[in-house]
């Protein structure tokens, strides 16, 4: 139950077993950036650390965090060729698939 007041919250049961001793939780807060601190997060030198730009599994993972960055989600296609050129790059080495 979503309880807007903690100071005088309503009586509550759980909705299960009906017990009234319940323990509170605290919900997440989304704390928006602007773009601006978005973009100059993206500039700071440590962004790039890491990066191979001849790894695919270093660009993927390179791409999602500039796509989380930027408040977006990388579509089901994108996400099937990253998935795709991480498991042709781990096959070509002989390791396990990072999405297995």
Same mark, same amino acid.
Not at 17 to 40: F, N, Y
Not at 43 to 58: H, Q, R, T, V, W
Not at 72 to 90: G, I, R, V
């Given at each position: 139950?979503?309880?807007?007041?903690?100071?005088?919250?309503p009586a509550v049961r759980c909705g299960f077993c009906q017990h009234e001793r319940l323990t509170r939780l605290?919900?997440?807060?989304?704390?928006?950036?602007?773009? &601006?601190?978005?973009? !100059?997060?993206?500039?700071?030198?440590?962004?790039?650390?890491?990066?191979?730009?001849?790894?695919?599994? /270093? =660009? +993927?993972?390179?791409?999602?965090?500039?796509?989380?960055? =930027?408040?977006?989600?990388?579509? !089901?296609?994108?996400?099937? &060729?990253?998935? /795709? +050129?991480?498991?042709?790059?781990?096959?070509? &080495?002989?390791?396990?698939?990072?999405? +297995?």
């Amino acid at each position: 139950m979503f309880v807007r007041s903690i100071s005088h919250p309503p009586a509550v049961r759980c909705g299960f077993c009906q017990h009234e001793r319940l323990t509170r939780l605290i919900s997440r807060v989304a704390t928006p950036k602007s773009e &601006e601190s978005r973009l !100059d997060s993206l500039a700071e030198p440590d962004a790039l650390s890491g990066l191979d730009e001849n790894d695919p599994k /270093s =660009m +993927a993972r390179w791409m999602k965090k500039m796509a989380g960055e =930027m408040g977006e989600d990388l579509d !089901d296609e994108m996400q099937s &060729e990253l998935e /795709s +050129a991480t498991e042709e790059s781990a096959t070509a &080495e002989g390791t396990d698939p990072p999405f +297995a």
